[in-house]
Structures are given as C-alpha cells and as structure tokens.
C-alpha cells in the first residue's frame, strides 16, 4: 500500500483547494468529511470522484478508489479540527434554473455557511427539496456542508442573480419572511407557495420585498429583537405546511 506523506503531492494538493470556493469551482468537486457523512453521501446517489482515507483507517471504503494519506497530510485536506479517517471528492451536481414544482425556498443574501446548511438540514426534513440561492455562501463549502448534516445531498440548488431566479418564480406566490408581517400562526398559505429568507443582518433584498405576494413573521416576546435566520427559517418553513 502506497502511503502519500507528502503535502506538495499533486493529489493532495487537488484535495486541499476543495476547502476553498475557487478550488471547487475549478474541479467542479467538493468535499465530505467523516464515515458517516461519506456514507449518507453515497447512499444519496450523488457521484463521488474518490475517496482519501488516513493511515491506519480500518473503517468501510464502500469499494471505491481510495489513496491513503500520512497522518499530517491527511489533516491538512480535512477542514475539521479532529479528522475522522475518510473524505470523499464529490461531484457538484448541476441544476439548470427553472420554475418550481411545488413548494419551494428562496435564500436571498444569507451569507452565513452554517445558516445555510441548517437551512439546507430541514427543508430536507420538511420536504422544500427545490432551493434557489442568490448572492448566499457556497452551499458546498465545507462548513455549510457540515451543518447541513446530509441536507446538502437531497436539495436541488438552484442559483442565479436575484432577477433570474424572481423571474422564475414570477408565477408562483412568494412568501416574504419578516419580523414585522403578517403572524405566521394565524397566516393561511396558499397550496403551492415559495418561502423568501433575507440576508442575517438586512433582511430581504428591495427587489424581493416588492415581489412578494405576502409577508409574514413570527410573533416574538417585546425583549427579543429577532431570531437567528436558520432558526426562523425553520419554524416558518414547517408552520407553512399546514
């Protein structure tokens, strides 16, 4: 078994740019850490290019290539403080943009990674599957890939300019999230809507605000000026489903 030691070997140096967002535009590839991730991610269906295992990994390899890395080698690829033994290079997969079969997310500005990867963890759950992402974080970057917990594997992502993607959504009742709206729990959906997430900070983008068909927010105690993107997300993206 060949054991790559060296951090200036052309594999390990491929592997590496993945943790950065021009790496994984130039390959078209991006990083999972960690056997059960790896695991999900295969399971999924989505196609993975090889995986890179440290020396002394005696876990699965799920009959794929592999390389096997020194110990300091193999931690210099990995974006986690304390490595797990296995990383896979996937594929990005490619989304043409298009109009909506149903229910839907529009993430406008979130820029964040874990806000969009704990988002990206429960539409997953909460079955908003087709995601529209303008001028947001790298969805496959490595933390927002973490957050997602598998999330990232299931969604279509959908990205484009604010313009494009409003233009698709043209005929679909959009639904404008907001702390000063309409209050969620009284708020009656419409059967087939797509939900607008604004940036952290600012909120929705101007050109979203005057698009939207509804708004809508969650009612909070007068000593909590808001809720965390993520957090809001969710519970707006589960109320709407009744």
């Known amino acids: 078994m060949i054991v790559i030691k060296s951090k200036q070997n052309p594999i390990v140096k491929e592997l590496a740019s993945l943790k950065e967002k021009k790496g994984r535009r130039e390959r078209g590839t991006f990083l999972v850490e960690g056997r059960k991730m790896v695991r999900e991610c295969i399971e999924s269906g989505l196609e993975v290019v090889r995986l890179a295992v440290s020396e002394g990994y005696e876990g699965e390899t799920f009959a794929l290539p592999f390389v096997t890395l020194g110990a300091d080698v193999f931690a210099a690829i990995c974006d986690e403080k304390t490595p797990q033994g296995i990383v896979a290079e996937v594929k990005i997969p490619e989304f043409p943009l298009v109009a909506p079969n149903g229910r839907c997310l529009f993430l406008d500005g979130v820029s964040d990674p874990a806000n969009v990867g704990a988002i990206l963890r429960t539409a997953a759950a909460a079955g908003y599957r087709e995601i529209y992402l303008a001028d947001c974080a790298d969805p496959y970057s490595p933390k927002c890939v973490r957050s997602s917990m598998s999330g990232v594997f299931y969604a279509k992502l959908m990205r484009g300019t604010r313009a494009e993607i409003l233009c698709k959504l043209e005929n679909i ?3 404008a999230a ?20 604004g940036n952290e900070g600012n909120g929705l983008s101007e050109e979203t605000r005057a698009a939207a068909n509804f708004t809508v927010g969650i009612p909070m105690d007068g000593r909590v000026e808001s809720l965390n993107a993520a957090v809001s997300a969710s519970i707006l993206m589960y109320l709407l489903r009744k």
């Open 178 to 197: 907001d702390m000063n709206g309409e209050d969620i729990f009284t708020f009656q959906p419409p059967e087939t809507f797509c939900l607008c997430i």
């Open 173 to 175: 009742p959009k639904i």
